[in-house]
């Protein structure tokens, strides 16, 4: 269980020797009963959890988070919404040295020019990948068009024009002279994937643009929530290596976001949040009843999270052989990998390489 998610209301966490004893409501109690209405739902042993994502109406005790920080497992908290509310992470300081390269690096323009175009060259790839394994599934598109060219003129408005049209932009990336420039193939790009992407979901859940705050369909609520939770994943692991994830290059360096964790993640975005969500509503795990409408826009439910969180561990857990690293991989030793890259980049920034996408 490298996740335990504790998302149900009035739950209790507690340590109990070298295990983790999570109580929640009895469903079967009396509740106008005086006898006790918990019980115990899971005993989880510590060595077998990675990370703790737990709700802002979830209890822990201190001896519990105590023993999960001691063991080096960060916690995470987060509000109805999908917001995350914070973090607790173990306690480290052996990266001084690190850090002082990082804040140098961070400030060279040929650093921060060199490390995001390899981030949005890596985006666009995964973006198009996406597209196109999605339109070989379906019949859109022939096996033969999922090469890096397409041959033949693609008709205007086709899957297959939007391909053609991505494939243009890999070498204005390749020669873009700021960070402005590629800030801008990045936009055009992801707004021109969203379109294609937007036709494979089912008719009942309408995608027209991307909305986040508040996130204004379901279709937003399940993108912006898959978004924030690898976002503070990433975190955790930047943070883990001693990395201060604050200083952005492709995404500037501003009060109250984790900037290089928004950079180090683009090329996931299309690979786990994107292609999920369309799994999710594809194969109905995911219907109306588990969303609901607060404070002006649309979030997952309990339940909803719930089924997101189960289809969430499951992606990011399981194995497949990467082309790329010629060895078999999960999305989450990637996700930590893209942390440990980068700093090693910064000693050789040409070693640099984002995830890419079979």
């Not at 790009?189 to 979901?201: G, K």
């Not at 508040?214 to 937003?220: D, G, K, M, T």
Request: proline share 6%.
């Amino acid at each position: 269980m490298p996740t335990l998610c504790v998302n149900q209301s009035g739950c209790r966490i507690r340590l109990s020797g070298e295990r983790l004893e999570v109580f929640g409501p009895d469903p079967e109690s009396d509740p106008d009963s005086g006898a006790a209405r918990d019980k115990l739902l899971r005993e989880i042993p510590l060595r077998d959890v990675d990370r703790l994502i737990m709700g802002d109406c979830t209890h822990i005790t201190t001896p519990a988070m105590s023993a999960m920080l001691d063991a080096g497992i960060p916690i995470q908290i987060f509000s109805w919404s999908g917001r995350c509310l914070g973090s607790f992470l173990p306690s480290q300081n052996k990266h001084g040295a690190a850090r002082l390269l990082q804040y140098r690096r961070t400030l060279e323009p040929a650093f921060a020019m060199e490390i995001s175009r390899r981030v949005i060259h890596a985006k666009l790839y995964n973006q198009r990948r996406v597209l196109q394994r999605v339109g070989a599934a379906r019949g859109l598109i022939k096996a033969a068009d999922t090469a890096p060219t397409l041959q033949g003129p693609p008709e205007p408005g086709t899957l297959r024009h939007t391909l053609a049209w991505m494939d243009a932009l890999f070498g204005s990336v390749r020669n873009a002279a700021s960070i402005d420039e590629l800030r801008g193939y990045e936009g055009a790009t992801t707004a021109r994937y969203f379109q294609a992407w937007a036709t494979f979901l089912p008719a009942e859940f309408p995608f027209e643009r991307r909305s986040t705050r508040p996130p204004l369909n379901a279709v937003n609520a399940c993108v912006s929530f898959g978004s924030t939770i690898i976002y503070n994943e990433m975190v955790a692991f930047l943070h883990g290596h001693g990395l201060d994830p604050a200083l952005g290059l492709l995404h500037s360096t501003e009060d109250g976001r984790w900037s290089l964790a928004l950079d180090l993640m683009e090329p996931f975005r299309p690979v786990f949040v994107e292609a999920l969500s369309l799994d999710l509503f594809t194969h109905q795990i995911l219907n109306a009843t588990h969303f609901e409408s607060r404070n002006g826009g649309v979030y997952l439910n309990e339940e909803g999270r719930k089924k997101f969180f189960v289809q969430y561990e499951r992606r990011m857990e399981r194995q497949f052989m990467s082309e790329a690293l010629g060895h078999r991989t999960t999305l989450r030793q990637q996700l930590e990998n893209q942390a440990t890259d980068f700093k090693s980049a910064l000693e050789n920034p040409p070693g640099f390489e984002p995830f890419l996408m079979n």
